[in-house]
Every structure is written in C-alpha cells, then in structure tokens.
C-alpha cells in the first residue's frame, strides 16, 4: 500500500498522451509502468445568450442570459421584435449595445446579422473584451460591388491582414454569420471568421493576431457596435441581430 502525492498536468489539447509512473523504494529499488491517458476539453460553459424572445420598443431590455443591455447612441433607434434585435441608423450614426454584467478575459462570440442595405459605408463589430475606451473585436466592413471584408482589431487597429468573404456579394436582407474568439493574456489572441448562413462554417480561423497591450490584459465586456459613415451609399440603415452566443 502507498499513499502520498497524486500527480496533476494540465494539456493545452485534447488527445491520447503516455504516462510514465517510477517508483523507487528505501534500498534503491526501481520499477515503471507506462500507460495511455485520454485527456477531453471541458465543456464551454455559455456565459451570455440573447433570443430576443420578447417585444420592446425603445432598447433592447435584458437579455435570456447575461443581464441587461446598456445602450449608446440613443435608446430609440433599438428595439425587439420578431426574434431580433433591430438598430436603426443615419449618416454619422454610432450606435453600442454592451452586456456590462458580463466580465470575461476568454470568450468566443458567435452572432447572425443582417442589414438592409449594401455598397460602402457601413461596418458591423463584435466586441470581443473591452476595458474602459480600449477593445478587441472583428468588424465586418461592408464595401462596393457587395464586397464584405473581415477585420480583427486592438481599438481601430487592425492586427492582422484583412480578409474578404469569399463567394459573398452581398444583399439586402442577406444573412452572415460572425464568430470571434478572443483568449488569453499578455498575449491575448484574437481570431475570427465570418461566412454566409446557411453555408459550411469554415473548418479555420480566417484572420488572427496578437496582442499584448497593458490595460487589456484583463477581463473585460462584450457586445457590438454599428456604424454608418457620413460617406455611405444609402441615408439609413436598419439592422437585425438575430443569434448572439458566448461561451468561454
């Protein structure tokens, strides 16, 4: 019989790993056992949801899980109904939805949207971890011709190459799926991609990098923000959220 230490090892992925036990007694004796262990990735544990399952006129309310939303740029251009959540904009218009109960330094968002317009001007960002002013997110900036370009950004810096959609040209009413993931400290990490609903979601992140700036290495909210620039193609824009997901 024995009793004593039990030896504990985290793995940074799941697989099949070998063990090697030795043991050695009081006079010098040794003997060794080796034997395969399974190691499996703890469930994701979702830390906010929103089915928008619900009517409000004038904000966004609370959402399924994760508390309410705290809105920026005018509670009136937000509302709930057939299962989204809407924003409407102009020209110039910012407008912010954040889960301020939710803190999290590890987070991966997955969220469905639509707009009904196209052409240049207009983006769409998923906040991945803010603190204070500064953030990390994916944007989708939409462009002519339909183009739709991912981003991943520290604040309005982008910190990898941008990428464009490919097959999407988009339209009115058109749905995209975005996901992002945002882990880790000193570096965090920041990847996302983004593909037409409905379609295959792609089997790879299609833009990451990193980060490592002092006041974002720590937890931090999530929501989204839009924005249509003074130099967009259309007057107004409307929006719908219709899935927004986190788990960590």
């Not at 190459?161 to 570096?187: E, H, Q």
Request: hydrophobic share 35%; net charge positive.
């Amino acid at each position: 019989t024995a009793s004593g230490a039990t030896a504990s090892h985290p793995y940074a992925s799941a697989g099949t790993y070998t063990v090697k036990l030795t043991v050695t007694d009081n006079r010098g004796g040794t003997d060794s056992v080796t034997k395969q262990v399974s190691v499996t990735a703890p469930a994701a544990e979702t830390i906010a949801q929103d089915l928008f399952d619900r009517t409000v006129t004038g904000g966004w309310g609370t959402a399924t899980l994760g508390g309410p939303w705290t809105l920026q740029g005018g509670n009136a251009a937000f509302s709930v109904a057939g299962s989204a959540g809407q924003v409407s904009l102009k020209k110039g218009d910012t407008r912010t939805s954040r889960l301020q109960s939710v803190s999290t330094t590890s987070a991966e968002i997955t969220a469905e949207m639509s707009a009904d317009r196209t052409g240049a001007g207009f983006s769409w960002t998923l906040i991945g971890r803010q603190v204070s002013t500064d953030l990390y997110s994916a944007r989708l900036k939409f462009e002519a011709n339909g183009v739709v370009r991912l981003y991943v950004l520290r604040g309005e810096t982008a910190l990898a190459n941008s990428f464009v959609l490919p097959g999407v040209v988009y339209a009115p009413g058109d749905r995209l799926t975005i996901k992002l993931r945002v882990t880790g400290t000193s570096p965090t990490t920041v990847s996302a991609k983004a593909w037409r609903s409905g379609t295959t979601e792609p089997a790879t992140w299609q833009v990451s990098g990193t980060d490592s700036t002092a006041t974002l290495q720590q937890a931090g909210t999530i929501g989204l923000t839009q924005y249509l620039s003074t130099a967009s193609t259309t007057d107004t824009a409307a929006t719908r959220l219709l899935t927004y997901i986190v788990t960590r």
